[in-house]
């Protein structure tokens, strides 16, 4: 699978040949290859890009992030269902039972509420919260009947951002940050549960009819404080969500992390995550979820 996350933000024209992408501006071609293409993201409203090329990316499990005059993320475009043994995924998939998904779903906000707590620890956050968010974890049901990972997250967002942040705040500079990194994540599971053959629309605990990714937005959720913690640092001190800061969030499936006893960038670490869950569908293979005490960031090396 390809790993490299393209950002296109100028007006030019887009076409494919000989298997690579070509980006065309002011007569001047710029070639990438489609292999090495994970996810494309078009923030200009002026791009040409045709029919052809879609499918051509779609046939390639190349993801499209589409976003509006704000430079948000506004849509999201993708293959659909291409795999060989997509059939035989989604008999496991069906015939997971409601107890297993369950217990699934306990570990999955475990593992949220632990890396937002271990986020409130590397910024010197109150101890008293901190606590507060392990008693969450300690006390989370099968299914979360009793909505720790919601109770969790308005504490963890009080006191990262105060008591007058709000997740829904569109004029809050942080949401701005949040709501694109959480989408570049977004999408790159996206591809990856596709290119593992699992149906996107049968998740652990999202059941919305409407969303495509309900099992997406289930599997993110452990890397969500991941994000949280780049922004912070990024746009903390920052008056406007800039253009430099979309080319920074856009490279954190480039980021260094340790998972599995590995160093490796986050993007192969959300391969091996959703490699495991599409395995253990099947044979019961041990789900591990990503730790942010192995996120190093954009340092150079690996």
Known sequence: MGYKVVLVENDVNMSIRLNNVIINRDGH?????????????IDNMKVNITARMLSYLAEHNVGIILCDAKHLPIGYYGDYDNHSHITKILGYQVEYTKEA???LWKMIVAAKLLNQKKVLIRLGRRIEIIKKIEDFCADIKAGDT???????AKVYFNELMGTSFSRGNENILLNAGLDYGYT????????????????CQIGIHHKNEYNRFNLVDDLMEPVRPFVDLYVYHLLEN?????????HKIINIVNHKVMYRNKRMYMG????????????????????IFPDIDGYEGDRDEV
């Open 184 to 199: 570049i994540i977004r999408s790159y599971i996206a591809r990856l549960c596709v290119g593992y053959g699992l149906n």
């Open 101 to 103: 998904y369950d217990e």
């Open 29 to 41: 071609d710029i070639w990438v290859s489609v292999d090495d293409i994970s996810v494309l993201v």
């Open 146 to 152: 009793s909505n720790r990972e919601a109770h969790g």
């Open 268 to 287: 192969n670490m959300l391969e091996e995550y959703v490699m495991l869950y599409a395995k253990g569908l099947k044979d019961g293979t041990e789900l």
């Open 238 to 246: 920052e008056e406007f969500f800039k253009i430099d800061h979309r």
